[in-house]
């Protein structure tokens, strides 16, 4: 019975990848305060929370994963807590003059459209989780922002903040590619 009891409850109540996830979506506008916003070590404190986010993103789909316990919304809250994160340090990075708007207007403009897709997909039944190449776009905007959110001097960590700005943008433009080809047949273009 109680092992029946335990079955129908985890239906009900959200599982730790999901946790996690949430938990991601809750630090988004503690970390925009806290980089915005001059008071000693801000940067330091941004840096933490980001860092903190990103951690949840590494653990929850690896938990998932490793306990079974990967579900339909995970699938979707995943990727959409990675762009509210990130798409929110960017807009700030454009505040703070340290990343051109032209980059930040193509790295969300990729984020609606990869949003419209997966939203087409599901009226048709189909779920899409993020592929290899989005993994790895992702990975590059999160180096990139941790970079740029605590701005060190020097030569070496100019150089790596441009290195992870260019990668940013490539892997951002490849994997949207990669995924408009793989899932093509989502679209059915012959009825409009």
Known sequence: MNSMNQEVKGKFIMNLPNKLT????????????????????????????FIAASLTDLFDGYLARKQGLVTTFGKFADPLADKLLVNAALICFVEQKLLP?????????????????????SEQGIVIAAGMSGKIKTVCQMVMSILLIFHFSGAIFAALEQIFIWAALIMTVESLLVYLYQNHNVLDLGNM
Request: aromatic content about 12%; glycine content about 4%; overall charge positive.
């Open 101 to 121: 708007s032209w980059l930040v207007i193509i790295i969300i403009s990729r984020d609606f459209i990869i949003s419209g897709f997966r939203l087409v997909a």
């Open 22 to 49: 949430l938990i991601r979506v809750v630090i988004v506008p503690f970390f925009v305060a806290a980089l915005m916003m001059d008071f000693p070590n801000h940067r330091i404190v941004a840096g933490i929370l």
